[in-house]
């Protein structure tokens, strides 16, 4: 049965991400945290995000996606690119989308997706949420991105809605990721949306010999020890 969980998710086949989380932390647990990844576009944020999921699958945490950036096909295709194949996760219902974009934007909706009708309603996306999680065992969750939930929403009262939300998620032996996008907010975000976070992952882009690297550091992480040094993000 195990061998037909790797052959599903692509395991022997898929690109390898390193470092990921646990390779950058010395101790501490690692599950019913809420992660915050900063970083400028183009960082490999979402990437990132992407490889925590499928880490997760394989070793047995269903995944749920929200995405209101792009469609969920995009994702799949992304995923999938890097042979983080989840079609079978979705038919199985370990693998769901919230796609808060598709219908936004007029796209028409693929897949067995659940919709989110709006971006600036933090509570229909709590709901939501909570049904989804309902049939699912310790999950990792993905919003990519915060920054558009924000941009969409009450400055005043979404810090708290996040808080809350992330305590749910917590609360239930999840975990969650967010994605902050750099250059999008004033510092008073920035700073406000790292101290609510349980890990604060900071990614960079840099170039040499006309090539970008992509590097990224543990900025901090409740509970364990992070070095806060820089490491080079690799995808082989």
């Known amino acids: 049965m195990g061998d037909d969980k790797n052959s599903r998710s692509g395991k022997r086949d898929s690109m390898k991400v390193s470092p990921m989380i646990g390779d950058l932390v010395q101790f501490g647990q690692l599950t019913q945290l809420s992660y915050m990844l900063l970083g400028p576009l183009g960082a490999g944020k979402s990437t990132y995000a992407e490889a925590f999921l499928a880490e997760g699958l394989a070793l047995g945490f269903p995944a749920v996606f929200v995405t209101t950036d792009v469609s969920p096909r995009v994702i799949r295709n992304d995923m999938s690119r890097y042979g983080w194949n989840i079609e079978e996760y979705e038919n199985d219902g ?32 709590g709901i939501v949420l909570s049904e989804v999680l309902e049939n699912l065992v310790v999950a990792r969750i993905v919003i990519d991105s915060l920054s558009t939930l924000i941009l969409h929403s009450n400055p005043e009262t979404i810090p708290r809605a996040v808080q809350r939300l992330s305590g749910r998620i917590k609360q239930g032996s999840h975990s969650i990721m967010f994605i902050l996008e750099d250059g999008v907010h004033d510092e ?49």
């Open 94 to 125: 370990q693998f769901v989308f919230i796609d808060g974009y598709s219908e936004r934007m007029g796209a028409p909706k693929t897949g067995s997706a659940r919709s989110l009708t709006k971006v600036d309603d933090i509570s229909e996306l």
């Open 188 to 236: 008073k975000t920035y700073a406000t949306f790292s101290y609510l976070a349980d890990a604060v992952l900071r990614f960079k882009l840099e170039d040499s010999d006309q090539k970008q690297i992509h590097n990224i550091r543990m900025e901090r992480m409740r509970g364990s020890d992070s070095s806060r040094e820089w490491h080079t993000f690799t995808i082989e």
